[in-house]
């Protein structure tokens, strides 16, 4: 009984993906690379909820695909090779409510694969909420690039949701990245809005990109609105629902700072229950100074 145990532990261990990590409460220090990368003059950033490769079509398959949150689906593998394409024309990605391996994704870790098929250099995991076979819900950051630090969050509120602070460059200017998805519940969104507040006020390049599960109205009222940050500007950016957006829910905000381009919602994509948002910034030439000036090894 005690070597059956033994084994099925080991196995679990190595079944256990590089950059996996629990978000606890608050903060833990979770990656850190001795290598300070310095970033191209642009970068482009998509965000996407991939709802668990699930692929949502309609309103009615809330109720008659709920069966794909439990065990997986005949086109579950090849939704995520499909979405592995999407990404791949993207040097940042943020992505909420992927499965880390259980039955609904035929136990195959989702974040992995996409890393995989889209040639990205580092990934990154935040498991939020852990059910076991019954699904590993998790944030997921794919990058070319190599941040210096990449930390979790676990947000106020229940269990379930987090955000990921990525930061590039050199720590005396760098350019922060979070990935989040927040609660549905105003008080507990403006609870994890005034966190995360309080973590970002003394960076002066920050890209905020997620489901935040709210309209951008929401956001100019919330304890976000101290720090300034704006949303990408374009015609329409309306993410939710796939099959006839109204709602402008999924969010890449930036610091007054920085400028971005090109941004648009990529309407073609019917993957999930969400449309991508995407767009390209310029980084700063603050930051790239500040990495040129110090390019020795940072972190022991």
Not at 1 to 28: H, I, N, Q
Not at 91 to 114: A, F, H, P, Y
Not at 249 to 275: A, F, G, K, Y
Request: charged fraction near 20%; glycine fraction near 6%; include cysteine.
């Amino acid at each position: 009984m005690l070597l059956d145990k033994a084994r099925t532990a080991y196995r679990d261990w190595k079944a256990r993906p590089a950059g996996f990590s629990f978000a606890r409460e608050g903060v833990r220090k979770t990656r850190q690379t001795r290598e300070v990368v310095l970033p191209e003059n642009t970068l482009k950033l998509l965000s996407f909820n991939i709802q668990a490769g699930i692929g949502s079509q309609k309103f009615g398959d809330y109720i008659t695909g709920s069966w794909k949150h439990l065990v997986a689906h005949p086109r579950s593998v090849e939704n995520i090779e499909q979405i592995a394409e999407v990404v791949s024309h993207f040097d940042v990605v943020g992505l909420q409510e992927v499965d880390g391996g259980s039955l609904r994704s035929r136990n195959m870790n989702q974040l992995v694969r996409l890393a995989s098929l889209g040639d990205f250099a580092f990934w990154h995991q935040q498991l939020n909420r852990n059910l076991g076979r019954l699904g590993q819900f998790s944030n997921g950051f794919l990058s070319r690039l190599h941040p210096y630090e990449v930390t979790d969050h676990r947000l106020p509120g229940l269990p379930g949701r987090g955000a990921i602070v990525i930061k590039y460059g050199h720590p005396i200017q760098p350019l922060v990245v979070v990935v989040a998805h927040l609660a549905l519940g105003e008080k507990i969104r403006n609870a994890q809005l005034a966190y995360l507040r309080r973590l970002l006020h003394d960076y002066k390049y920050v890209v905020m990109m997620g489901d935040f599960n709210c309209r951008l109205e929401h956001l100019e009222a919330s304890p976000l609105a101290d720090l300034g940050l704006s949303t990408v500007v374009a015609e329409n950016l309306n993410t939710y629902p796939s099959w006839a957006p109204d709602r402008h829910i999924d969010h890449i905000l930036l610091s007054p700072e920085l400028t971005s381009q090109h941004t648009r919602v990529l309407e073609d994509c019917r993957l999930s229950d969400h449309l991508p948002l995407a767009t390209e910034i310029i980084v700063p030439d603050e930051v790239i100074a500040a990495t040129l000036e110090h390019r020795l090894p940072l972190i022991s």
